[in-house]
């Protein structure tokens, strides 16, 4: 399994950003898949998941500004995140909701004006 983590960058508070995840090499649609965040020094923390069949979850800490879906048809998962703070600063990696694959690199998104 390939795990390749996009989208990531450099936003302002309060801005948005969208995160993309590509995946191959697994049977994509049958997976819960989510999203996590990292901070040096810090455990991974899970953000958000979402199902095959597309209920979602969320952390507390991004309820109602993170919007997690995904596309099966191109073994994609995205999230989507507004009104970021700069306690939003982390990397972050997508994988099955319980951690199967292995991970990606990640992609670095840094809040700050």
């Known amino acids: 399994v390939h795990i390749v983590e996009s989208g990531g960058g450099l936003v302002q508070p309060g801005g948005s950003v969208r995160l993309s995840c590509a995946v191959s090499?697994?049977?994509?649609?049958?997976?819960?898949v989510g999203w996590f965040r990292q901070v040096p020094g810090k455990q991974r923390e899970f953000i958000a998941r979402?199902?095959?069949?597309?209920?979602?979850d969320y952390a507390d800490s991004v309820k109602g500004r993170f919007t997690i879906s995904r596309d099966n048809a191109k073994n994609a998962v995205y999230l989507q995140m507004n009104t970021l703070k700069p306690e939003d600063t982390a990397v972050y990696y997508c994988?099955?909701?319980?951690?199967?694959?292995?991970w990606g690199q990640g992609t670095q998104v840094t809040v700050s004006s």
């Open positions: 994988n099955t909701a319980v951690p199967v694959w292995p």
């Open positions: 090499g697994s049977i994509f649609s049958a997976y819960t």
């Open positions: 979402i199902s095959n069949g597309g209920p979602t």
